[in-house]
Structure formats: C-alpha cells, structure tokens
C-alpha cells in the first residue's frame, strides 16, 4: 500500500484537501485527530501533560483546558519541545497501528509536523498542500479569530514554505478556486492509484 504523507502550514487547507481523498473513499489517519484522542479525558497522555507540563492545564473535570495549555507553550518554548517529546512517539505509533490494519491501494496520513519532526521516512510520497504566507494568515484570522501576530507566531514555529516545498513530491496549489483545487486532487488521485499498482 502506498503511503501518502499530506502536509502544509496552518491554514493551507488540509483539513479540505483530505475531505476531497476521502469522497473517493480514501483512508484518512488524521495526526491531529489522533492526538486529540489521547488527550482524553483517562487517556495516558493526560496524565502524562499533569506529571511533566503543568497539573493546571487540567479542568475540575479531568479534561484537558486546551486553551491553558496552548497559552503555555507559545509563551514557554521548552515546554513545547517537552510536550512533543511526550506526544510525537504515542501519535505516530498510533499512526503506525492504523496503518497496519489498512487494505487499500494507498491512503492519507495528515500529520502538519512531517517535516518539522523529520518523520517523512515513514511515507512513501510527502505532499504539500501549499498557498501564499499572506493567505494563510488571513484563512486562519477568519477561522480563528486570532491576531495577525499570534498567526504570525505559529507559522515562525513551522517548516517555511521553501522547506516544505524542497522536500514534496507532489505540491497542491491551494490559492485559487475550489473547483481547481478538487481537480487537482482528482488528478492525483488517479496518479497514486497508478503508482500503488507499480
């Protein structure tokens, strides 16, 4: 099976991009969505957050205060490193995990670190779903209601656009249309559907 990397900065669009995969019924392992998941209320990865980050970044409730700890880490950088170095190896051997138990020509693994955490041995192909810096900042403005700045202070965390750019296979131009964004993922649709056969 052919193992298809997605990535991009935030708010290029992969959440679109792997929506159009999965219409034609492509397997989708969402990094993001894993790790949302072991962050559960009972989970390991909580308890592992209370031990080693902070105890506060957990509600009454047990929940994670996600907002708590978002706030954390971009105002602690060693914190962030210390919370990837907790998380990183329980999402991507859950990734690992759900790949194994895949029967299809390929799939998408969605993870937007790929890069950043030097992981794209794990895949087969690495596309990047790509749009100007400039749009980014403004999807992710309406999205979230953030400030330019707090946008601008992740995206300094991230890959650059050259670098993710430098290491694809196979770039997704997100800055136009919808309908020629849905081209483009038909067209590689049938091009990995090709290669999975090779």
């Given at each position: ?6 990535t ?25 969505v ?8 009972n989970?390991?990865a909580l308890?592992l957050?209370?031990e ?10 047990g929940?994670l ?8 880490i971009?105002?602690q ?6 919370l990837?170095n ?13 790949i194994a138990?895949?029967n ?26 790509d ?15 953030l400030t ?10 991230q ?7 430098a ?17 483009q993922v038909?067209?590689l ?9 090779a």
């Amino acid at each position: 099976m052919l193992i298809i990397g997605l990535t991009g900065g935030i708010g290029s669009g992969k959440s679109t991009v792997t929506q159009l995969f999965a219409d034609f019924s492509i397997p989708i392992i969402d990094a993001d969505v894993i790790a949302h998941q072991i962050t559960q209320p009972n989970q390991p990865a909580l308890k592992l957050i209370a031990e080693n980050i902070s105890n506060e970044t957990i509600n009454n409730d047990g929940s994670l205060n996600r907002d708590k700890l978002r706030a954390l880490i971009f105002s602690q950088p060693h914190q962030k490193q210390q919370l990837e170095n907790l998380l990183h190896p329980l999402v991507y051997a859950e990734i690992a995990a759900q790949i194994a138990e895949l029967n299809s020509a390929y799939c998408i693994v969605s993870v937007p670190l790929l890069i950043e955490t030097q992981k794209t041995q794990m895949v087969d192909r690495v596309l990047v779903i790509d749009c100007p810096e400039q749009q980014q900042i403004q999807r992710v403005m309406q999205r979230s209601q953030l400030t330019k700045a707090q946008v601008h202070a992740i995206m300094t965390t991230q890959a650059s656009r050259a670098q993710r750019q430098a290491v694809a296979d196979d770039i997704i131009d997100n800055s136009n249309s919808f309908i020629h964004l849905a081209e483009q993922v038909k067209k590689l649709h049938n091009s990995y559907l090709l290669l999975s056969l090779a």
